[in-house]
């Protein structure tokens, strides 16, 4: 069985809607997964992410709410 696309689901600070993102199936998720946590445990500044097709969101760290 093949993994299927990660759904990513952020919510910001001052913004009224959540960010939902699709990352791609072959995408590292244990690496997604240590970036929103870097970015939550205050490791990180900035939280960079792509999408199945390629675009990139930046977040920073101090604005997400939860994920």
Do not use: C, M, N, Y
């Amino acid at each position: 069985k093949e993994p299927a696309a990660v759904d990513v689901r952020i919510g910001v600070t001052d913004h009224p809607r959540e960010i939902a993102l699709k990352i791609s199936d072959d995408a590292d998720r244990d690496a997604i997964k240590a970036q929103i946590e870097a970015a939550i445990g205050g490791s990180s500044t900035t939280l960079w992410l792509t999408d199945e097709r390629g675009g990139e969101i930046v977040i920073p760290a101090a604005k997400i709410a939860f994920a």
